[in-house]
């Protein structure tokens, strides 16, 4: 097996293995999403609001909602690499202009994560 190849393993052995040992602080901290959560969520503590069991249709919603983010953002950004390796710049920049209103979707799904999180542990 070569250098690099080994190199790899290793730190996606590394990574695995402080995800399973300290999953809540690893993802609080060096995922800056689950980060912005845990401030919200102490914001929400600071300005005393208590944290409510989140009701199970929520938490069904929330955890599907992952997985159609996640497609999404693995469909659009294969389409926005291939417009790019294209290398037309009437294409790009089209493509640049469709993704305005895609940002501001991003933006308002982070936005509500994070109002979320005031009321509730670490929704996403």
Known sequence: MPQAQRCRLKSFLVVALVTLLAGPFFCGWL??????????GRLGRLFGIKKQPMPRVLAGVLSFSRYVL??????????FI?????????????SALQSIPLAA????????????????DRPF
């Open 70 to 79: 996640l497609a999404n953002v693995i469909l659009l950004g294969t389409d």
């Open 105 to 120: 979707f991003g933006w308002s799904v982070i936005a509500f994560f994070a109002v979320v999180s005031v009321f509730f």
């Open 31 to 40: 995922c800056p999403f689950g980060a912005l959560q845990d401030l919200f």
């Open 82 to 94: 291939f417009t790019l390796l294209s290398l037309d710049p009437r294409n790009n920049l089209a």
